[in-house]
């Protein structure tokens, strides 16, 4: 059974920095896609990067210069400095991993949010 295990959120004040970590376990057998999603209060949950098995990257335009996406074997972290109050979320994590249930065509994977306040 695959599991994503999120931390680093917390309470923040403007221009302050956070790392998110988000491990994979489980019967991985190919890691396709990790990345990082957030929803605030009322909104629709958004992609915030990404990072692709070539090691290409994906970001959203209002996160790109301040937030960083970077893995090592299953895990998949983000470097978030500059935080603005609307920055402030729940932050998830997703994964698109192939395992011995999945087949080769990899399965999806969400991890169990984190919160992020951004807030003087």
């Known amino acids: 059974q695959v599991q994503l295990v999120e931390s680093g959120g917390g309470l923040v004040q403007p221009g302050g920095s956070l790392r998110l970590s988000c491990a994979a376990s489980?019967?991985?057998?190919?890691?396709?896609?990790m990345g990082w999603y957030r929803q605030a209060p009322g909104k629709q949950r958004e992609l915030v990067a990404a990072i692709f098995s070539g090691g290409r990257t994906n970001y959203a335009d209002s996160v790109k210069g301040r937030f960083t996406i970077s893995s090592a074997k299953n895990t998949v972290y983000l470097q978030m400095n500059s935080l603005k109050p609307e920055d402030t979320a729940v932050y998830y994590c997703?994964?698109?991993?192939?395992?011995?249930?999945?087949?080769?065509?990899?399965?999806?994977?969400w991890g169990q949010g984190t919160q992020v306040t951004v807030s003087s």
């Open positions: 489980g019967s991985i057998l190919r890691t396709n896609t």
């Open positions: 997703n994964a698109d991993l192939v395992t011995a249930a999945s087949g080769w065509s990899g399965s999806e994977y």
